[in-house]
């Protein structure tokens, strides 16, 4: 008779576990040590290991991302002078991607999500920031932002 009376609980989502919860922050880690390993032994700076640019390879214009590659390599090395040399904008953004990578970390611990809410003129401004780097490394005057 008590089994008539009694009312299930409410289904709740089941916290996941803390392993369960750093597994994606700290397989990402892994992927980016492995990539910034494999870089740091095969040297960019060699040619025959990476591909070039598809943007630059069709038309000698340098894209954002060209000289990313030794940016890594001279920062798996502990040179970050070099590094800024090759990509100044990839080398301010390891350091950015550090940052966001501890926050996710952490909040991955306490079983809080992760939200990057910005307001979309934060997003224009990171594309200005972008493209005004990809146009001005391909000018006179900016060429020692070019690899």
Known sequence: MDDALSVPAPDRPARPS?????????????????????VGLVDPNETGHYPVCP??????????????????HAVAHGDWIAALGDNALATIGYPVFAVLWVVWLVRARKALPVVITLRPVWWW??????LTFSVVRNLPFGSSLAP
């Open 18 to 38: 803390t392993a369960r919860r750093l597994l994606p922050p700290l397989a990402t880690l892994a992927a980016v040590a492995a990539a910034f390993t494999y």
């Open 125 to 130: 401004a990171l594309g200005g920031v972008i």
């Open 55 to 72: 943007l630059y390879g069709l038309t000698g214009v340098l894209c954002f991302g060209c000289g990313g590659l030794r940016s890594a």
